[in-house]
C-alpha cells in the first residue's frame, strides 16, 4: 500500500542542488496527492486509486528485452540508478551520472528540471534515486543507435537529461521491463538548432507494476523528433509527452502503438504545442485492446497565435477484440493563429468478421487470421522505421503480444 | 466427392434451407439456380462453415467425411474452395502476402512442406498472366479499391493456386459485364480437370453458356425442386423460375 507520504520518502536523498530545483514541484504534490480520475488530464489513469488499493506487488513473468540482441552501446538503469555504461559508448558523447552529488558540468546545471511541469513529474527529479543527463555534441552524427534500457524490482523515480546540439544526430532505443510497484520516470529532451532524434521507446510491464513516464521536450529551429512509441500495458501505464516546437520549420512525428493484454492499462498522453512559424506535426496512434483492458490516447495540439504556416495531423484508430475491452480516443485542436493546416481523425472498432472469415475460408486458422489482420492494421506504425533490425524487435514484441490476446480469448 | 441429404439450415433463428439434397460425383460440374432468396448463398457459405448458420437437420458428408464438424480452414485444407459473390476487402494485407499465407496455411495443415515467398511468386505469377491481374494488383492491398471484375478474376487465381477438390462459385457472373465473364469463366474451364468437382451458383443462365454444367439444379423456397441437363438452364432463361416453383410446389 502506498500513499503520497510513502512516495515522498526515498532512502536515497538527492544532491542539495537538485533538490531544491524540484522542491516547488514536490510542494505541488504534497498539496494535491497524487493524479487520480477527477483531475481531466488524468481521467483515464487513477494512479492514486491504483497505488491505494490493497494488496502487495506479485512478481510477474521475466521480461526479455529485444534490443539487447542488436548489441549496440547501451545504458542500464536498473532501480532508478545507473547500473552500466557499455564501453561501446561513443566517447564523444558526453554522460553524467546524476546519483552522485558531486557538482554537474554547466551544461547539466542550466537544463535539468526546467521541463518540469506538474507535481508527478517534479517527485521524479527531486526524490529521483538516480538517473542519467547524456549530451551528443555540435555536429556529431552517430551511426549506430544507444539503448537506455530501464529495469526495476522495487519503487523508484528516476531522471534523465538528454541534450542533442546543433546539428547532431541520435537514435534513442530506450526499452522498460518494471515490476516494482511504481517506477516514475521524468526525462527532459532539448534539441537544438537542426538536431536530429529518432526515438524508439519499448515498455513492457509485468505483475502489478505502475509506470508512469513524463518526457518534457523542446525543439528548436530547424529541428527533426521521429518518435515510435510501443506499449504493452501495466497495472497503470501511462506516458505523457510534452512538446514545444519553439524554433521554426520543426518537423515532428509522433507514433505509438497500444496492445494492450488482458486486465491492463495502457494512456499516452500528448501536449504537442506550435509556438512557431512553419512547424509541422503528424501523429499516428493505434491501439489493439483485450479483454477487460483499457487503452487511452489523449493528443492536445495547441497552435499559438503566430505560428503561421503550423501543418498539424493527427489519427488514432482503435481495435476491441472483446466486449470488455474499451478505448478512450481524444484528440483535441486549440488554434489561435490564422494560417494553418490541422487535420484529426479518431475511430473505433472490432474486427471485421467478414474479412476473418474470408481468411479462414482460405486456410489460415483463428490465431493466424486475427494476428494477420491486427498486423495489417499495426503496419502503419512499424513500417516507417528506418532500420529493419529495430522494426524487427518491435514486431517480435507485437507478435507476442498478439498471441497471448489470442490465446486468452 | 459431395452428398447433402436432406439439410435443414437457419439464420438468426429463420429456416432458410428446407430439406436439400444433392449428390455431385468426382469431376462434374453442377450448376445451381433459383430466384433470389431462395437461399443459393446460404448454400455456399453452409459448405464454407461460415458462423451463424446453424444446421438443424440433415447431413453434408464429403470425400466419405462429415464436413459439418470442421472449422472452415479444415475444410479448406482438405480441398474445399468458395469464390464469394462479395469477396472481402482487407486493408493493409497485401494480395501476395494473403496468398501465400493461406498457401502455405493449407500446406502445413496437410502436412507439406512450406513454399518460400520466391516460389509463390512464381507460381502466382504465371497463373496471373492468363487473368489479367497485373503485378501492381499483387503489391496492393486485398481487394481495396479493386473493380467488380478485378475481385473475381482474383477469386479465380486463388481457386488456380490452391487446386481445390470442390470448388463452390458463388454468383461469379454478377456485375460483370461480357468481356470480364469470358475472362473469368476461361479461367475456370482450365481448371476443369477428372479430380476436382464443381458447384456454380447462379442466377442468370448466361454463364452457363461458357462453364457448361453437366446438371442443372433448381433450388427455390430451401429445397431442390426440379433437375435436369443443360437445357433445363435454357428453359429456365426462356420461361422464368415461376412456372418451375409452381410446378413443384
Not at chain 1, 251 to 277: C, F, K, W, Y
Not at chain 2, 147 to 154: F, I, P, T
Request: net charge negative; charged share 25%.
Amino acid at each position: 500500500m502506498s500513499t503520497v507520504e510513502d512516495l515522498l520518502h526515498t532512502s536515497t536523498p538527492p544532491a542539495s542542488w537538485i533538490a531544491r530545483r524540484g522542491a516547488g514541484a514536490l510542494e505541488l504534490l504534497r498539496r494535491e496527492g497524487l493524479p487520480h480520475r477527477r483531475i481531466e488530464d488524468w481521467k483515464y489513469s487513477d494512479l492514486r486509486e491504483v497505488l491505494n488499493s490493497a494488496g502487495g506487488t506479485r512478481a510477474g513473468k521475466e521480461l526479455h528485452n529485444p534490443f539487447t540482441a542488436l548489441g549496440g552501446a547501451s545504458l542500464e538503469i536498473v532501480d532508478g540508478v545507473l547500473l552500466t555504461a557499455s564501453a561501446k559508448l561513443p566517447a564523444a558523447i558526453e554522460m553524467v551520472d546524476l546519483s552522485g552529488s558531486t557538482a554537474p558540468p554547466p551544461w547539466v546545471e542550466r537544463q535539468l528540471g526546467t521541463l518540469v511541469h506538474d507535481g508527478l513529474c517534479g517527485a521524479a527529479l527531486a526524490l529521483m534515486t538516480g538517473g542519467v543527463a547524456l549530451r551528443v555534441p555540435s555536429g556529431m552524427i552517430l551511426e549506430d543507435p544507444v539503448g537506455l534500457f530501464f529495469r526495476s524490482h522495487h519503487s523508484h523515480h528516476v531522471r534523465i537529461l538528454l541534450v542533442v546540439e546543433d546539428g547532431a544526430e541520435l537514435e534513442l532505443l530506450e526499452h522498460h521491463a518494471h515490476q516494482g510497484q511504481l517506477a516514475n520516470i521524468g526525462i527532459e529532451i532539448i534539441l537544438e538548432e537542426g538536431a536530429s532524434l529518432r526515438h524508439v521507446r519499448l515498455a513492457q510491464s509485468a505483475g502489478d507494476a505502475a509506470l508512469v513516464e513524463t518526457i518534457g521536450m523542446r525543439q528548436a529551429k530547424g529541428s527533426c523528433y521521429q518518435s515510435h512509441f510501443a506499449d504493452f500495458g501495466a497495472r497503470l501505464s501511462r506516458l505523457e509527452l510534452q512538446l514545444d516546437l519553439d524554433g521554426v520549420a520543426t518537423q515532428t512525428e509522433l507514433r505509438g502503438l497500444q496492445v494492450v493484454l488482458p486486465g491492463r492499462h495502457s494512456d499516452m498522453t500528448i501536449r504537442l504545442n506550435h509556438r512557431a512559424e512553419r512547424t509541422a506535426s503528424a501523429q499516428v496512434f493505434k491501439q489493439v485492446v483485450g479483454a477487460k483492458a483499457r487503452a487511452a490516447y489523449q493528443g492536445r495540439i495547441t497552435v499559438a497565435k503566430g505560428a503561421d504556416g503550423t501543418d498539424s495531423r493527427q489519427s488514432a484508430k482503435a481495435v476491441l477484440l472483446a466486449a470488455s475491452a474499451e478505448a478512450d480516443l481524444k484528440p483535441e485542436l486549440l488554434i489561435f493563429a490564422d494560417d494553418v493546416q490541422c487535420a484529426h481523425g479518431a475511430a473505433i472498432g472490432d474486427l471485421d468478421a467478414e474479412a476473418l472469415f474470408y481468411l479462414r475460408a482460405r486456410g489460415l486458422d483463428e490465431l493466424e487470421a486475427r494476428s494477420l489482420v491486427l498486423r495489417a492494421f499495426l503496419e502503419d506504425v512499424i513500417g516507417t522505421l528506418s532500420s529493419d533490425a529495430v522494426k524487427s524487435c518491435l514486431w517480435t514484441a507485437v507478435d507476442e503480444a498478439l498471441a497471448e490476446l489470442g490465446a486468452a480469448s | 466427392m459431395l452428398d447433402i441429404k436432406d439439410l435443414h439450415v437457419a439464420v438468426e433463428g429463420k429456416e432458410i434451407l428446407k430439406g436439400l439434397s444433392l449428390h455431385v460425383g468426382e469431376g462434374e460440374v453442377h450448376a445451381i439456380m433459383g430466384p433470389n432468396g431462395s437461399g443459393k448463398s446460404t448454400l455456399s457459405y453452409v459448405l464454407a462453415g461460415r458462423d451463424g448458420y446453424d444446421i438443424t437437420s440433415g447431413s453434408i458428408i464429403y470425400k466419405g467425411e462429415d464436413l459439418t464438424v470442421m472449422p472452415p480452414e479444415a475444410r479448406a485444407a482438405r480441398g474445399v474452395f468458395l469464390a464469394l459473390q462479395y469477396p472481402v476487402e482487407i486493408p493493409g494485407v497485401t494480395t501476395i502476402n494473403f496468398l501465400k499465407a493461406a498457401l502455405n496455411a493449407q500446406r502445413r495443415a496437410r502436412s507439406e512442406s512450406e513454399f518460400d515467398a520466391m516460389t509463390v511468386l512464381r507460381l502466382v505469377r504465371d497463373k496471373a498472366r492468363s487473368l489479367d491481374i497485373s503485378e501492381d494488383m499483387l503489391r496492393r492491398a486485398l481487394n481495396v479499391g479493386f473493380s467488380g471484375g478485378e475481385k473475381k478474376r482474383l477469386e479465380v487465381l486463388q481457386m488456380a493456386l490452391f487446386e481445390p477438390k470442390l470448388a463452390i462459385l458463388d454468383e461469379t457472373d454478377s456485375g460483370l459485364d461480357i468481356d470480364a465473364l469470358k475472362l473469368v469463366a476461361e479461367g475456370v474451364n482450365k481448371l476443369r480437370v477428372p479430380g476436382r468437382s464443381m458447384l456454380v451458383i447462379t442466377h442468370y443462365q448466361r454463364l452457363l453458356n461458357y462453364i457448361v454444367p453437366d446438371r442443372v439444379h433448381v433450388l427455390a423456397g430451401g429445397r431442390i425442386v426440379a433437375e435436369g441437363g443443360k437445357e433445363l438452364a435454357l428453359e429456365l432463361e426462356a420461361r422464368g423460375y415461376s412456372h418451375i416453383v409452381k410446378d413443384a410446389a
